[in-house]
């Protein structure tokens, strides 16, 4: 997949917006060089490079990975338990989506719930390195690659991060870039926008 130009406004059904009263994490997430405002809402000014956040872990079960698959994914491995066990995996695997749809929902409780989100622009590189099979607990870390100031909206500001998702044998099961479009505590200036 690749991503649009920052100054573009993502179509209808791919805005990612954000609650700003979420409540914080539930603990299992750690973040260094996040710093909050008052109001807990993490701006863009707030995001560090180099900031390595771990958003805890989920377990999923052969009837979760079913029923997502049956809904959104229906291929033999993922829904019918004979053929699954006559594939070379042995039994039901989860859709590479539903890891995926997994992780998000980790990355919002850790933090992305807490950041001031306009949208999202885009995720790249994708890429299921193994199968996640039933009760694989899924354990979620994203680093921040880059930030950058929107070339065209003072507003807002780009973090661009790489997200990495393990099993329980602490194999990589996922990983993928994502870029995001954040709102900044107080506009740049217009030099400093229109800078890069």
């Known amino acids: 997949m690749t991503d649009r130009s920052d100054g573009e406004v993502p179509n209808e059904g791919e805005m990612a917006t954000s609650d700003h009263d979420a409540t914080a994490n539930d603990g299992e997430a750690t973040s260094e060089g996040e710093t909050t405002s008052t109001d807990d809402t993490i701006y863009f000014e707030d995001v560090e490079p180099g900031t390595v956040t771990q958003c805890g872990s989920t377990t999923v079960s052969r009837e979760e990975i079913i029923e997502f698959a049956e809904e959104y994914d229906p291929l033999d491995i993922h829904t019918d338990l004979e053929a699954a066990a006559e594939?070379?995996?042995?039994?039901?695997?989860?859709?590479?989506?539903?890891?995926?749809?997994?992780?998000?929902?980790?990355?919002?409780?850790?933090?992305?719930?807490?950041?001031?989100?306009?949208?999202?622009?885009?995720i790249d590189d994708v890429r299921w390195h193994a199968p996640v099979r039933p009760g694989d607990t899924l354990a979620v870390e994203f680093e921040i690659l880059e930030t950058r100031p929107s070339e065209?909206?003072?507003?807002?500001?780009?973090?661009?991060?790489s997200i990495t998702v393990r099993n329980g044998d602490d194999e990589t099961v996922l990983t993928l870039e994502n870029n995001e479009l954040v709102e900044r505590r107080e506009p740049a200036d217009e030099g400093e926008a229109g800078s890069e």
């Open 152 to 161: 065209s909206n003072p507003a807002a500001g780009i973090i661009h991060e």
């Open 87 to 122: 594939s070379p995996y042995g039994d039901v695997i989860a859709s590479g989506y539903h890891t995926l749809s997994l992780s998000v929902r980790l990355l919002v409780d850790a933090a992305r719930g807490d950041r001031a989100v306009i949208a999202g622009l885009g």
